[in-house]
């Protein structure tokens, strides 16, 4: 490989790790193509398809739309021959890695076992902790998507000992990638006391490679953490660093978990109304990119604030919807978890009954998992139910393992409920001895709640100020994103169009000039049959008839003349000529020499001094001008020679040429239409045409970057005028 190509790779690799995804993929698509017309060595044309592929993936998976996948994977099939055949271990695997994961997002499963079946072949022959490492983040991310984090575990352990194992210097890549796979399967299983600390080692290993994907998702579990431990201005923190980054380079999927995780931050602090803003825009907008599981949790999310702002009806709605994604993907705890609310939901509805066969279905499943979070609210919601059905042993029973479960994971608000209500039920069997203990606990609870709940509300407060400037920032970001969209739909539809219409042109053209040429020759034909019985010597015909002979003659004539006009219509500028400095003088004098016979023949004198200078096209121009002078002699009165004045004015950026004449002149009823092809004023044999000179001249004043018009009165003379740029800029 050449300097000049491992530079242009490079810096399509550098632009890619900081996902500025589009200059990369512009870059990327010309230079696939540059080493493929080149015929450049078959490893250089693999590493280029196959970095073209990893783009077109990312971009696909970024923007959420599946026409980026199947480039990438038209891409990695232009070049498998070529990578089968080579002997580079290390590109086949990357060729494989792509491969596999663009073709399961295309739900080719078939494809995807195939490769990954190649790709685990190829890793176990070379045995090299870089390739190791490679093939154990990808299945572990697999992992994770199937849910299967006693397994997603594993691996990650594995390819974190190897890549300890290995020189770290130049696994860094893979191990911030590890470390924020470990993040989250830790977060998933509610294992984060090592989260922070791997997640800030994560976040300074990418921070420093400037590998900007590895930063996002440090910073999302980073916020994580934080967020599960109550400490919300840190989370937030994290939180508008990671929004305003995936803003930037529109990682769609990210801004979705960046906003849900922002929601659930409002949430926590009282602060219902932003909660449901973000929760709902990234329902109704990014649903297309966000992972199932997270459909469900946010479902559930915009579900238990309006539980808890008392609008029972819209929260039974979302949590029925996220029960059933969590049922039919067979999330159990994400089951569990909208069961239970959904029993609170019926309970506030007084449904009793319905209450109860959710909460059932809940604790079932609780019971199978163990302490997750959630539990407690099902069981403050069974012993709700309880009391209600005057059922006080349950209750108790319920209501204190709510205690135990709300203690153990630090939901402060369910124990006072719980609490409450123990002091009711004991109150309704008439303990009051215990009521009153209760009640006690409740309302000193109670008043350190209210304590804690003002202090949040301070917290959002400031919060929310403290992040105004980086809300604005990401608003602009946005902004521009969609402004960008707009004007690339826009521009691929006037190209569309553009080329739509370039098509029916060139379609003309060729149609136009074909069936006059095509025509000619039968013409022809009819033309000279007709010449040679008309002047037959030996003819019978009849006068009548031989003069009938001469019509034809004179009609075929006619017609050769229209077709004639027609082709040099249709293939007007087709040459490409040249752009250059032109003296109008010139072109005058030049159109003068042509027309000089019919100058001679009517006394014609044709004036003209100090015309300009103009860029533009040499013999365009002299058609033009020749077509307007030699109607100016044409439509001459019969009983005074034409005197032909051409001058013009100059303005900043045209010219603007006349050409006079002192002929029969236009009525202002026709001038519109004698631009038109084949428009005529005037019988053949009062005034010789075809109708396609003045069509032409337009034609022409036009692919000029000008205009032409007329300015006439009856018996007057006419006046046409030019309009011409000054310099003609070719389009
Ligand atoms: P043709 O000259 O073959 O008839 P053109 O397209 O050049 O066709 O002109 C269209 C019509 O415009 C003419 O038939 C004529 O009636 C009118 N016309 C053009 N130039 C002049 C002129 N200088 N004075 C009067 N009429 C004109």
């Known amino acids: 490989m050449s300097v000049d190509y491992l530079k242009h ?56 739309e599946n026409i980026w996948i199947q480039k990438a994977i038209e891409t990695l099939d232009s070049c498998q021959l070529i990578v089968e055949n080579l002997a580079n271990q290390q590109v086949k695997l990357s060729y494989y890695l792509i491969a596999i994961q663009s073709y399961a997002l295309m739900d080719q499963d078939q494809n995807a076992q195939a490769y990954r079946e190649k790709a685990i072949e190829l890793v176990k022959d070379t045995n ?50 590890l470390y924020n796979l470990l993040g989250r399967i830790q977060i998933m299983r509610q294992d984060i006391v090592e989260t922070l600390k791997i997640s800030q080692v994560a976040l300074k290993i990418s921070q420093e490679r400037k590998d900007i994907e590895n930063e996002l998702i440090a910073l999302n579990n980073l916020a994580i953490v934080h967020g599960i431990q109550s400490e919300y201005k840190e989370a937030m923190t994290y939180l508008m ?25 409002y949430a926590h602090l009282f602060n219902y109304k932003a909660a449901l803003e973000h929760y709902k825009d990234v329902a109704n907008e990014y649903d297309d990119v966000i992972e199932r599981s997270a459909q469900i949790v946010l479902l559930n999310n915009i579900g238990t604030i309006h539980l808890d702002i008392h ?72 012993g709700l139910i309880a ?47 215990q009521a009153l203990t209760y009640l006690q606990i409740y309302t000193s609870y109670k008043s350190e709640y209210s304590k804690l709940q003002r202090s ?53 053209k060729r149609f136009a000039s074909i069936v006059s040429h095509d025509l000619k020759e039968p013409l022809r034909m009819i033309g000279s049959f007709a010449k040679l019985i008309g002047r037959d010597k030996n003819t019978t015909l009849s006068t009548a008839s031989i003069e009938y002979f001469k019509y034809v003659e004179d009609g075929v004539e006619r017609m050769g003349k229209i077709l004639s ?58 058609q033009l001008f020749q077509n307007l002078l030699s109607n100016a002699i044409k439509f001459r009165k019969p009983d005074q020679a034409p005197a032909i004045t051409v001058f013009a004015k100059e303005q900043k950026d045209v010219v603007q ?61 006419s006046t046409f005028w030019v309009e011409l740029p000054k310099t003609l800029v070719e389009i």
């Open 9 to 64: 790779s490079a810096s399509i690799k550098g632009r890619y790790q900081e996902r500025k995804l589009d200059d990369a993929l512009s870059l990327s698509v010309d230079y696939f193509e540059q080493v493929l017309t080149e015929n450049k060595d078959k490893s250089t044309i693999a590493q280029a398809g196959i970095q073209l592929a990893q783009i077109y993936y990312t971009k696909g998976v970024y923007s959420g």
């Open 128 to 177: 090299t902790p870089s390739a190791t490492v490679q093939l154990q983040i990808l299945l572990c991310k697999e992992a994770i998507e199937a849910n299967d984090f006693d397994m997603a575990f594993d691996l990650v352990q594995k390819g974190i000992s190897t890549v300890e194992s290995a020189s770290v210097s130049t696994l860094e890549y893979e191990k911030a990638t």
């Open 241 to 265: 660093q990671g929004l305003e980054i995936s803003t930037a380079i529109k990682y769609r999927q990210q801004i979705a978990r960046c906003r849900i995780n922002m929601g659930s931050i």
């Open 311 to 382: 609008q029972n009806e819209e929260a039974i709605e979302y949590f029925e919807k996220a029960f059933q994604l969590a049922s039919d993907s067979n999330y159990k705890e994400l089951k569990a978890l909208n069961a239970s609310q959904l029993g609170r939901g019926f309970y506030h509805l007084g449904d009793n009954k319905r209450a109860l066969t959710n909460a059932h279905i809940a604790a079932e499943i609780f019971d199978q998992l163990g302490k997750v979070n959630g539990i407690q609210l099902n069981l403050l919601n069974l």
């Open 387 to 433: 009391h209600s059905e005057k059922d006080y042993a349950s209750a108790n029973k319920y209501l204190s393992q709510c205690v135990v479960a709300s203690k153990t994971l630090k939901d402060d608000l369910t124990e006072i409920r719980a609490y409450r209500a123990l002091s009711e039920t004991y109150e309704a069997q008439d303990n009051i001895q």
């Open 456 to 508: 949040r509300q301070l917290l959002d407060l400031e919060i929310r100020y403290g992040i105004q400037h980086k809300q604005r920032e990401i608003e602009r970001l946005q902004t521009e994103n969609e402004l960008q969209a707009l004007l690339l739909a826009q521009k691929d539809q006037i190209e569309a169009k553009n080329q739509e219409l370039e098509e029916v042109n060139q379609e003309l």
């Open 565 to 622: 006009a027609l082709m040099y219509y249709a293939t007007i500028g087709k040459e490409g000529e040249p752009t250059k400095e032109i003296d109008l003088n010139t072109i005058v004098e030049i159109c003068a020499l042509h027309l000089r016979v019919a100058t001679a023949e009517s006394n014609a004198t044709i004036k003209y001094e100090n015309l300009p200078k103009i860029h533009s096209k040499n013999s365009l121009l002299v």
């Open 657 to 717: 040429i006349a050409v006079q004449d002192n002929g029969i002149g236009i009525e202002a009823q026709h001038m519109a239409k004698i631009f038109d092809i084949f428009q005529r004023l005037h019988a053949k044999d009062v005034y010789e045409g075809t109708g396609v000179g003045l069509a032409v001249c337009l034609k022409i004043a036009k692919r000029l970057g000008g205009r032409i018009w007329v300015e006439s009165e009856a018996e007057k003379g």
